[in-house]
């Protein structure tokens, strides 16, 4: 809570009432032949020691009220201070690659699932960015158009899996979906972060086609490429029922990825494990920082009123005494 005064040289009045005091008392032992009384019964009373004091309590209360009415034309104030957030927020689209590849367990449990547990770690950490999903394998879908309401976009992730698309891996039909539903984006920052594990092999565009049409529009792709080097273990069906492992071999595209990336003005990443699929998002979320300008700023609310009163008041008591209970008599 702040405190202050609008007008505070008009406290500078108060300096006077000390002179105006003296002159007073100085007046008061000229006026000796006036005498205070509320009645006949009181001419008595007025005699003795309380009644000298009485006799001032007209000039008091008028002191007083000068006190009150300079304090309040000094127009005292409180002040609350805040802050003025102007944020300009980034649309960011997540592109994932969702297909049966996907189910390979060099990142901690799998590839899919710590793909969509470190997304969602990273959507939760936005602040004012609309966030799009967009999913592909054999084909691509848009899973959420742009959207600040991050539990939605989440929710969706948590249920996806493997085999809701037929399988592929349409890495340029992704991006170009991606780069899609920022084509009417007004943000300053337009971004794609686009995760696969594989190399193109469906869809009728090609990855390089898209950045380019990405390039065109302004939208930035940072591309991941998931996936250990050499191979990994892959779960596929046993005859006999249940589930059996074999190795395979890891085939992400780097060389198209790389490419898609540096055309955009991104950057290529590669995750080998989870731990450096969480490390990849933590230097996104840092590149792609929302600007945000805070200003300071104070309200003042008028607190003249209270002493107003408070002069008006004694005012009125010096006149009504004056009148009545502390009349005077030459």
């Known amino acids: 809570m702040i405190f202050r005064f609008e ?22 032992r000229r006026r000796r032949g006036s005498l205070t009384h509320p009645d006949a019964g009181g001419l008595a009373r007025a005699a ?23 304090v309040a034309f000094a127009r005292p104030q409180t002040g609350v201070t805040g802050e003025n957030v102007v944020a300009e927020g980034i649309d960011i689209v997540l592109a994932l690659d969702i297909s049966s590849s996907m189910l390979a ?14 997304a969602a770690d990273f959507i939760e950490g936005r602040r004012n960015d609309r966030i799009g999903l967009v999913i592909f394998a054999g084909k691509a879908f848009t899973q959420a158009p742009l959207t600040l309401d991050y539990s939605v976009v989440t929710s969706l992730i948590a249920e996806l899996g493997v085999g809701i698309i037929e399988d592929g891996t349409a890495v340029g039909m992704g991006l170009a979906t991606a780069v899609k539903r920022l084509q009417g984006s007004e943000a300053a920052s ?3 972060i686009l995760l696969t594990d594989g190399r193109n092999n469906r869809g009728e565009i090609d990855p390089v086609t898209a950045a380019q049409a990405a390039q065109a529009l302004g939208v930035r792709v940072y591309t991941i490429g998931a996936g250990a080097r050499g191979t990994a273990r892959f779960p596929v069906p046993d005859p006999f029922g249940g589930q059996r492992y074999v190795t395979t071999r890891v085939d992400v595209d780097e060389p198209v990825l790389r490419a898609v990336a540096e055309t955009t003005g991104g950057r290529y990443y590669r995750a080998t494990d989870r731990e450096s699929l969480e490390a990849i998002y933590d230097e996104i979320d840092e590149l792609e920082t929302t600007e945000i300008l805070v200003e300071d700023f104070t309200t003042y609310g008028e607190r003249f009123p209270l002493p ?14 004056g009148r009545t209970w502390l009349r005077t008599l030459p």
């Open 105 to 118: 367990e060099d990142l901690t449990p799998n590839r899919i699932e710590a793909a969509k547990e470190v």
């Open 308 to 321: 107003l009163a408070a002069g008006l008041l004694f005012l009125l008591a010096e006149v009504v005494l």
């Open 190 to 192: 337009k971004v794609v």
């Open 7 to 28: 007008d505070p040289w008009l406290l500078l009045l108060l300096g006077a009432l000390p002179v105006l005091a003296w002159w007073y008392l100085r007046g008061a």
């Open 48 to 70: 003795g020691k309380g009644g000298r004091w009485l006799s001032h309590l007209p000039a008091a209360l008028r002191g007083l009220a000068l006190v009150c009415l300079i």
